[in-house]
């Protein structure tokens, strides 16, 4: 584990939370045993770890390449999934449950946008990866109670009156996650949201002129 985290430090450059080493210490322990007795978990959120979290699945695969070396035990790409959200959940500073929850829910929100403002991603470009980004750390925030909550009044209303396709979609988006997980997003959090959907849906408005 020790030789993971210090790969993990590496690739990612975050300072990570110190508890990752008691959860993936026991999670890698259970793997080893549930694959000893031939028991498979399916891990459903394998996709969108793969997806949205690909620099976290990378260790993850590292993971598994260096416990086949060390106890010459293969485990399945679904465990690299699951080492991958131990790794968000230290990175985040939330509780794994908590950081099981992020990847479906990143999936639903960028859903949302697609279906709203009836766009595709282009997922190579800069101003998706800004979204992306701005989302995974909306839901830390959303998570460990942190939101954004002073806002400039005037630059929210301005926000909203310039971008209303834009602004509905960040409402539809608050609605999500109020139901979700009972949180209200402030002015502050929707004025932000706001600029990265325009940003996106701008820049493939200007690809289609």
Known sequence: ???????????????LNSNVYVTLTDHIS????????????????????QRYYPTEYE????ACDL????FGIPLPK???GFIAL????????????EAVKFPSEIRTILELIKQNLQIEFDETSL???RLLTHVKFL?????????????????????????????ACSEKIASYLNEATGVSLPGAEMTYMTIHIRRVLNSKENKNV
């Open 30 to 49: 259970f793997a080893l045993e549930r694959q000893k007795a031939n028991i498979a978990f399916e891990n459903p959120l394998l996709w969108e770890i």
């Open 1 to 15: 584990v020790d030789d993971i985290i210090l790969y993990a430090k590496e690739r990612i450059r975050v300072k």
């Open 86 to 97: 131990h790794i968000v959940n230290s990175e985040y500073r939330t509780s794994i449950r």
């Open 78 to 80: 679904d465990e690299a």
């Open 139 to 167: 839901l830390q925030r959303l998570y460990r109670k942190e939101l954004l909550q002073e806002e400039d009044v005037l630059i929210g209303e301005t926000v909203k009156k310039q971008y209303p396709r834009a602004y």
């Open 127 to 129: 101003d998706y990866e």
């Open 59 to 62: 260790v993850g695969s590292y």
């Open 67 to 70: 416990i086949l070396k060390r």
